[in-house]
């Protein structure tokens, strides 16, 4: 079952930590018009947080590259938020998926972005190809306080 879209963005930014917050904002502007309950939108911004996070210190380590990040507003209150890095992809996504591992053992690094991702997404969906970059797809549908009318108003 394909969702109608009600509302979108895309938006490509250089993977400098300062752009961590950007993203996290971004996103909550931009989910505003639902009026998510604080918790959700603490969720939501913690995982776009760990996403961008992933693409600043994993994908392109020691250089600077493009992130991709689409909000779409999907009907029904579904939200999906997909970051795409063209970094150094992840051999093995099943390994990196699993809590605790970490390809910066040297660093302070917890090794629990995804699980984060998973703990605050119904589905997260992590495609990657070593040398062409990695894309995360977190859905989550909201407990909207709002009724959805697709207007924008």
């Known amino acids: 079952m394909k969702l109608k879209v009600l509302n ?3 938006l490509r930014f250089p993977s400098l930590s300062e752009n961590e917050r950007f993203a996290r904002l971004a ?3 931009f989910i505003s018009s639902l009026d998510p309950a604080v918790d959700e939108l603490s969720e939501i911004k913690t995982a776009v947080s760990e996403a961008v996070t992933n693409c600043i210190v994993h994908a392109y ?3 600077v590259g493009e992130i991709r990040m689409e909000v779409r507003l999907l009907e029904g209150c ?3 938020i997909s970051v795409k890095d063209k970094g150094c ?29 998973e703990s605050f997404s119904d589905k997260l969906r992590v495609t ?3 040398e062409h970059g990695t894309t995360v797809t977190m859905l989550r549908t909201l407990r909207t306080r709002k009724p959805q009318n697709g207007s924008g108003s």
């Open 8 to 10: 979108q963005m895309v």
């Open 27 to 29: 996103v909550s502007g």
């Open 78 to 80: 579904r939200l999906y």
């Open 89 to 117: 992809g992840i051999a093995d996504v099943a390994r990196a998926r699993e809590p605790l591992f970490t390809t910066a053992p040297d660093e302070e690094r917890a090794g629990l972005g995804f699980a984060i991702m």
């Open 128 to 130: 990657s190809r070593p």
């Open 61 to 63: 380590r020691d250089t």
